[in-house]
């Protein structure tokens, strides 16, 4: 009896030694996993080294869009983070391009009755979703650092472009986004948003969005529809009754005085270049009639330009004019058009050089055009003069609609449809240049 309760306690003791020793490979270093990655354009490639552990199950990839704590047992992982579950013991290593959302990613091995985790590999994928669903209007503070992206939902969201991050939302707007806002800076540098409203104009604090201040128009009743700003602070805008006769105004806000130099039929669409040289009114419709009216100093209008043939100007988004020259372009086409010999004369089409065209932007000197092609998900760089020649496609993870450069970095504003909705959801995706 003696001599079989020393060989219990002998077979109980060599039990709980092996015991250990298995829990000790859930801890040790010598079996810890190590996941790095290789960042590839749109994405990365993850790669560990092979397990050697004798009860190897599988590898199981997770993917997060938090940070989380690494987990023990299967059952606490949940199906919708994993990425892949790989039984092949020697296969260590897994590519994702798919993933649109910046995210954390972890490897575990999987050894039957628990789970044997790696360090978490974050990758930022450069994209930042946005609240909105569609964009009217959109505005950068090139001064500040600031998107103001206004959604036909009445909801207005400002991003910090620096850090990526959204500084405001506000929702349920009592302001028209179909009509054009603008942005300009108080007499102490911080930014100021101009947001036409009825018969006035609002002044919003570019922190907070908070109203600080009215402009009433200079026609008195008279329903303001859009707004414009130059370099210098100035305001313009167009006013009409019941949109038939309109008026262009500019407001100084040195002298704090408004003055009207023109009168047009129905015109409220706006544009004007940096140095207030030229100002476009155009009616929003598929076949437009346009004034270009050219200053000199002191508010001297030296020629106004009747547009020679209608013009597309039916989007507040993909209507544009250059910064300081005289060059517009407009429609879901692309359309170029030039002042030449006091004619306003089209002399491309953007859509026949790059495909599914949606909308333009001028670099900062205007020596090039940044064109969107959402079917080929790209950006195409093209030369500002004749031939309009291609120098550089720049290519973007989701469908591009607009693309701006602030700071000398490059972001678009991309969507992607939603799966399970059907719904487009929209990400400011920064571009490699």
Known sequence: MKYLYTLIVFISLLSTSCYQEDGNKYTD?????????????YGATFHWSESNV????????????????????????????????????????????TTVDNSYYRVYVNIGHGLLASNEE??????????????????????????????SNRTIEVVDLNNMKVKVVKTEQ????????SLGYDQSGKTEIYIPHEDKIIFFDGDNLEPKDTLYGITKGASI?????DKFGNIYYTDSYSGSLAAVAKFNPSTGKSIRFGDVIRNIMLRVTQDGKYVLVATQDFAANASLYTFIDNDVIISNIKSQSSIDFSSNTTCIIANYGPT????????????????????TTLSTAVPSYFSSSFSSDDKFIYATSTSQK???????????????????????????IYNNEAYAITKINDQFTGLAKLFLEKIKL
Do not use: C, W
Not at 29 to 41: A, C, V
Not at 174 to 181: I, K, Q, R, V
Not at 225 to 229: G, I, P
Not at 329 to 339: P, R, T, V
């Open 54 to 97: 004798s009860t190897f199950v599988e590898y199981i990839v997770t993917k997060n869009t938090q940070s989380t704590p690494a987990f023990s047992s299967v059952a606490d992982l949940q199906s919708n983070t994993i990425v892949a579950r790989i039984r092949s013991r020697s296969l260590t290593s897994i590519t994702d391009t």
């Open 378 to 404: 790209s950006v195409v760089k093209i030369e500002n003069k004749n031939p309009y020649n291609k120098v550089m496609t720049y290519k973007t993870r989701l469908f591009p609609l607009y693309f701006f």
């Open 122 to 151: 974050f990758v930022d994928f450069l994209n930042f979703p946005l609240v909105g669903l569609s964009v009217l209007n959109y505005l950068v503070d090139h001064v500040n650092g600031n998107l103001y992206l206004f959604y």
């Open 29 to 41: 270093t010598s079996s810890s996993i190590k996941l790095t990655k290789t960042p590839l354009n």
């Open 328 to 347: 517009i372009i407009s429609g879901s086409s692309g359309m170029l058009y030039e002042k030449l010999n006091d004619k306003l004369l089209r002399l």
């Open 225 to 229: 529809y859009n707004t414009a700003t």
């Open 174 to 181: 009592a302001y028209n986004f179909n009509l054009s806002p």
